[in-house]
Nanobody
Framework: QVQLVESGGGLVQAGGSLRLSCAASGRTFSNYAMGWFRQAPGKEREFVTAISGSSDSTAYSDSVKGRFTISRDNAKNVVYLHMNSLKPEDTAVYYC????????????????WGHGTQVTVSS
């Protein structure tokens, strides 16, 4: 069984930065792709970014490209989401997720999910 625990969320002013972390346990971490998704109130969960097991492949949604960076440390079983130039529209609960195989943008293909961490960006 895999457990994913997100941390690092909080309240930040527009233009600020945050770093989210997702700690994984229970599997050989480097074998799996990791993704970050977010869900704002009243909206569907949306893809943010993903990274392959070896970090040789990443993907970003257009809304965060150039502002957010995903990275991972397989020795520590942690994936990070570095968020810069935050905007009020980035406000959401951020979830990390794990999937077997290559990176993918569709949430339904991810096998395990964390409980999420709230990010609030004030204007």
């Amino acid at each position: 069984q895999v457990q994913l625990v997100e941390s690092g969320g909080g309240l930040v002013q527009a233009g600020g930065s945050l770093r989210l972390s997702c700690a994984a346990s229970g599997r050989t971490f480097s074998n799996y792709a990791m993704g970050w998704f977010r869900q704002a109130p009243g909206k569907e969960r949306e893809f943010v970014t993903a990274i392959s097991g070896s970090s040789d492949s990443t993907a970003y949604s257009d809304s965060v490209k150039g502002r957010f960076t995903i990275s991972r440390d397989n020795a520590k079983n942690v994936v990070y989401l570095h968020m810069n130039s935050l905007k009020p529209e980035d406000t959401a609960v951020y979830y990390c997720a794990l999937r077997w195989g290559d990176i993918y943008t569709y949430a339904g293909t991810y096998n395990y999910w964390g409980h999420g961490t709230q990010v609030t960006v004030s204007s």
